[in-house]
């Protein structure tokens, strides 16, 4: 089973500011890495695939970067509604298909 | 549009069981694999179970396997999870979930979700 482990467990960023968020797997999962935003009370939302493709809808200020055990998924500048949970999931090595722990990005 | 709506969530005794059903419109289901994802309070996502797109192939994560079954019935364009001997750590959310690429089982994520159907397993 890959073990996804996502860095920090909590991201404390102002509006306007950027944000990093890593994703590391405990095995190559060459590209096939997906990135979810989930706000209170809501679904998970697809934002990138691929590692770096962009789901449709999806605004150009989140980007998506990375290959093999380490990614990033950075937003530029953060806007009000981008403060949530993301969450990164592995599409290559399943059963079972495995999400990191994810990642809050809070209001500072 | 795409949408994805749960049912059949509630509170049930541990050992008992359950079925959610998850009604789909406004794409072909039959061309999709479809999830079933579950949240339980406060804590991340875990993924249940998988079907392909013509049912044949399923595949589950060892905490539900031999207690859980997923099914479709594409005549309805639903989803189905029955989910027996229920256990207190079952408790969560339920969601459905489509693949994003058609014909494959798993590859780009889930690009669609519905609104999840919170399952309580108590005494």
């Known amino acids: ?108 | 549009q795409v949408q994805l709506v749960e049912s059949g969530g509630g509170v049930v005794q541990p050992g008992r069981s359950l079925r959610l059903s998850c009604a789909a419109s406004g794409f072909t289901f039959s061309n999709f694999a479809m999830h079933w994802v579950r949240q339980a309070p406060g804590k991340g996502l875990e993924w249940v179970a998988v079907i392909s797109y013509d049912g044949r192939n399923k595949y589950y994560a060892d905490s539900v396997k031999g207690r859980f079954t997923i099914s479709r019935d594409d005549s309805e364009n639903t989803l189905y999870l029955q989910m027996n001997s229920l256990r207190t750590d079952d408790t969560a959310v339920y969601y459905c979930a489509r693949e994003k690429v058609r014909g494959v089982i798993i590859k780009e994520g889930n690009d669609y979700w519905g609104q999840g159907t919170l399952v309580t397993v108590s005494t």
């Open chain 1, 1 to 108: 089973e890959i073990v996804l482990t996502q860095s920090p467990a909590t991201l404390s960023l102002s509006p306007g500011e950027r944000a990093t968020l890593s994703c590391r797997a405990s095995q190559s999962v060459s590209s096939y890495l997906a990135w979810y935003q989930q706000k209170p009370g809501q679904a998970p939302r697809l934002l990138i695939y691929d590692a770096s493709n962009r789901a449709t809808g999806i605004p150009a200020r989140f980007s998506g970067s990375g290959s093999g055990t380490d990614f990033t998924l950075t937003i530029s500048s953060l806007e009000p509604e981008d403060f949530a949970v993301y969450y990164c999931q592995q599409c290559i090595n399943w059963p079972p298909l495995t999400f990191g722990g994810g990642t809050k990005v809070e209001i500072k």
